[in-house]
């Protein structure tokens, strides 16, 4: 018997909690005012089992990851998100870096004899980065290497380069498209509500605006994902109805493949006085997700920033990729605090960080299309392992 029918099982299990569990096998959604309650009110247990068994009934086993690299054309930036310690304002530039298109692509080049499938690029907003440099950038990378998958820059860098050359959201993502832009990553969302927004984030695109721009972005047929950056000043109502918005552009488009709740992390920024969330806190953040986003396929734990420890405890409740291999090149998160402070895991140890905790390392593309399944597959050092973890998993396949 699972985790979950156990507790269905228990007469003293909460009846709130039993019409939710009921709601969902049956195929239902759940409200946002039963969202909340399962942030307030229910016990993680209850959470993580219910995450667990639509993470099982989706996936089984099976945890994604791919291998990739970051790309951060520059750290300095426009805008003063207070959550931030990657950006150097514009008047202390001279402490960070501006890369050009030749020396992106000297970067890029360092990869040409690497299995990477994906490069993934997004930095700080300047002037000087406009919409021509990035459609010649996007051009530039695919006349080099057309098999490498370009996931590049947010609705926040889109809306500031749309605005400037006067061209509105569907037009400038046809031409993102055109350059050979393949997909959009999660980044610019934080909370959406702007009791929150206006004050974490203040001046960048608008929750509404970077809604659009997805929608755009799916009308052409693309994909995207989406995150949330959670855990600092806002309440469970805002998360919840962050997820909700996202909830409701999905049903309209079907455009999005991943959601990756983002911990914020307090080092080096302007918010370091607000404390970060526990793990007990970050279980509940992606189980409720997992739960509440019935129609997006993935839960990503993105394990440069919460860790790989929590990371592999996530994989137990709801989520179902760790994103990439990343390669070091990454900087946003050590900047600001989490355990990583280079991020870097070969291939065999991110399979083996799946497999400790007894799930089935898949390599999949950007696209989620399988690149190698590694259910079975011995390395060298297989018996020199002991790092062995176990958790409840209740589908053996
Ligand atoms: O939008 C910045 C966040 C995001 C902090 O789509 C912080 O596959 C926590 O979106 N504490 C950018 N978070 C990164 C991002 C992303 C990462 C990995 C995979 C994908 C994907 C997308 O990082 C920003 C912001 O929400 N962030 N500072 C901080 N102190
Ligand atoms: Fe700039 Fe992005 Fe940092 Fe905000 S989060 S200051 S937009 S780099």
Not at 15 to 31: H, P, Y
Not at 89 to 106: A, F, P, Q
Not at 279 to 301: G, P, Q, T, W
Not at 347 to 364: A, F, H, M, S, Y
Request: glycine share 8%; proline share 3%; net charge negative.
């Amino acid at each position: 018997m699972d985790k979950l029918s156990i507790l269905l099982s228990d007469d003293s299990l909460a009846k709130e909690d039993r019409a939710i569990a009921e709601k969902v096998l049956s195929g239902n959604r759940i409200t946002e005012k039963e969202g909340i309650h399962l942030f307030e009110n229910s016990d993680l247990g209850f959470v993580g089992a219910l995450a667990n068994k639509i993470r099982e009934d989706r996936h089984g086993n099976k945890t994604y990851f791919n291998r990739n690299f970051h790309l951060e054309p520059t750290n300095v930036c426009l805008y003063t998100c207070t959550f931030c310690s990657y950006s150097r304002l514009i008047k202390k530039r001279e402490e960070g870096w501006e890369y050009s298109i030749d020396d992106m692509m000297d970067i890029i080049k360092t990869y040409d004899d690497k299995p990477v499938t994906e490069v993934h690029i997004v930095g700080g907003v300047l002037p000087q980065y406009d919409l021509k440099f990035y459609t010649d950038l996007f051009k530039t990378i695919k006349s080099h290497r057309s098999d490498l998958h370009v996931k590049a820059l947010t609705p926040v860098e889109y809306h500031y380069i749309f605005k400037k050359a006067k061209v509105d959201y569907a037009e400038g993502m046809k031409l993102m498209k055109e350059a050979g832009l393949d997909s959009m990553p999660g980044g610019g969302a934080e909370i959406f509500h702007p009791e929150i927004r206006d004050e974490i984030a203040g001046g960048k695109c608008s929750g509404e605006e970077w809604l659009s721009i997805h929608r755009e972005w799916h009308k052409l047929g693309m994909r995207s994902n989406a995150t949330m950056l959670y855990g600092h000043i806002e309440k469970y109502h805002h998360r919840i109805d962050h997820l909700e918005k996202l909830r409701s552009l999905q049903d309209e488009t079907g455009g999005f493949q991943t959601f990756i709740p983002l911990k914020f992390r307090n080092k080096g920024n302007q918010m370091s006085h607000v404390n970060e969330s526990t793990v007990v806190e970050d279980l509940k953040m992606y189980a409720v997700s997992r739960i509440y986003l019935d129609n997006f396929d993935h839960i990503k734990a993105y394990w440069p920033m919460i860790g790989r420890d929590t990371a592999q405890l996530l994989l137990a409740f709801g989520a179902d990729d760790l994103d990439g291999t990343i390669d070091d090149t990454t900087k946003i998160y050590s900047m600001a605090g989490a355990e990583e402070q280079n991020p870097a895991l070969s291939t065999e140890d991110l399979v083996k960080l799946i497999r400790n905790v007894g799930r089935n390392p898949v390599e999949r593309d950007t696209l989620y299309n399988v690149v190698t399944d590694y259910t079975g597959v011995v390395f060298e050092s297989d018996s020199e392992y002991k790092g062995y973890v176990s958790l409840p998993v209740a589908n053996p396949n």
